[in-house]
Structures are given as structure tokens and as C-alpha cells.
């Protein structure tokens, strides 16, 4: 699982660095901020998943977990 938690967290800052690079060009931002946005939210979803794999408790992470997509994937596999 910490291999796993360890690709995670890799891959959130390389879509941030991404994202950032992108957001310094002010003619992309205007064409595409919507797009940036959603970059920007796959990069966290995957820190917080990181996060939780890495909890000693994972109840304990989920209920810490302000990113709603997140824990809305776990409230419906123990609905």
C-alpha cells in the first residue's frame, strides 16, 4: 500500500506542476480554466487518496477527508 500511496502523491505534483505550468500562460487560462480546474482536482483526489492509504486508520482519514468525491466513493461501498 505505500508504494502505492508513495505513485499517488507522484503523480498529484506532477499534474500540479503541470497545472501550473499551464496557468502561466494568461491565453490558456482564459480558454481553458474550466479544464485547469478539473486538473487541479484530479491532482488532490489523488494526494487524499494517497493520504488515506497511508493512515494508520482509515476510518480515521476518510472522516478528515474534505474532498466530497473522495468519501463519496467510500459511503456507497459500505452503503
Known amino acids: 500500500m505505500e508504494v502505492?500511496?508513495?505513485e499517488l502523491a507522484v503523480l498529484?505534483?506532477?499534474?500540479e506542476t503541470?497545472?501550473?505550468e499551464l496557468c502561466a500562460d494568461p491565453a490558456v487560462v482564459s480558454k481553458h480554466a474550466t479544464s485547469l480546474q478539473a486538473v487541479d482536482l484530479i491532482g488532490q483526489r489523488?494526494?487524499?487518496l494517497a493520504e488515506m492509504l497511508?493512515?494508520?486508520k482509515f476510518?480515521?482519514?476518510l472522516e478528515e477527508c474534505?474532498?466530497?468525491r473522495v468519501?463519496?466513493?467510500f459511503a456507497r461501498r459500505s452503503a
Open 66 to 68: 474534505t474532498l466530497g
Open 46 to 48: 489523488q494526494r487524499a
Open 59 to 61: 476510518d480515521d482519514a
Open 4 to 6: 502505492i500511496a508513495r
Open 18 to 20: 503541470l497545472g501550473a
Open 54 to 56: 497511508r493512515a494508520e
Open 71 to 73: 468519501v463519496e466513493l
Open 12 to 15: 498529484a505534483a506532477d499534474i
